[in-house]
Structures are given as C-alpha cells and as structure tokens.
C-alpha cells in the first residue's frame, strides 16, 4: 500500500522559508510525475507545483518565483523549497503522485496527514 508522508511544515514570517519534503513508499516514484497541493483555510486543496519522472517542473502562476520543487528518485522523496513566503501562502500542504489518466495532473493515491504551513504578516 502507498503512504505519502510529508513534513517540514511550521511556522514563519512572511518573506521566510521552509523546505517541505514527502517521502513515499512503494516502487511508482521513479515512473509517476509527483506534485504539491496546498489546501488553504476554509478553500479546497490546489495544485501549486509538478515534477515529471524526468525533471520537468511546473508552477501556479501564484507560487512562480518562489517555490522551487524537485525530487530524489534514490530516496522516493518530493521537495518543495519556498521561499518569499507571504500570509496567502497558508495551508496544509500535501504531495501526490499523478494518476497518468489525462492530460491535466490528478491525484493517483490517498492523501497523506499532510504538513501545516502557517506564514505570518
């Protein structure tokens, strides 16, 4: 069964950093684009960055700049690297793996407890 842990969650100031990671068990890593969603208070969870098995990343217009996601294939792990955080920033932070069943990146497994980001102005 796949389990998507993340962490590296907490609280800063806004224009700080954070660097979240999500380690995930089972042997799709390497074959599935990864990706970072952030649900902010009382809205439903966004995609805010994707990776493909091969590198390629993508951005919300809202994060470009600032965040940066990569991944380690030898560790099953997904980064997100964010900096310039601003309060909108907010949220629990979650990673997924993409379902490959259409052009638009999709969730493929359950979700997991995700990590808390909480910037303050």
């Known amino acids: 069964q796949v389990q998507l842990v993340e962490s590296g969650g907490g609280l800063v100031q806004t224009g700080g950093s954070l660097r979240l990671s999500c380690a995930a068990s089972?042997?799709?890593?390497?074959?599935?684009?990864m990706g970072w969603y952030c649900q902010a208070p009382g809205k439903q969870r966004e995609l805010v960055a994707t990776?493909?098995?091969?590198?390629?990343?993508n951005y919300a217009d809202s994060v470009k700049g600032r965040f940066t996601i990569s991944r380690d294939n030898a560790k099953n792990t997904v980064y997100l690297q964010m900096s310039s955080l601003k309060p909108e920033d907010t949220g629990i932070y979650y990673c997924?793996?993409?379902?490959?069943?259409?052009?638009?990146?999709?969730?493929?497994?359950?979700w997991g407890q995700g990590t808390q980001v909480t910037v303050s102005s």
């Open positions: 990776i493909t098995e091969g590198g390629v990343t």
């Open positions: 089972g042997s799709f890593f390497s074959f599935r684009a």
């Open positions: 997924n793996a993409d379902s490959q069943k259409s052009g638009v990146f999709s969730p493929r497994y359950r």
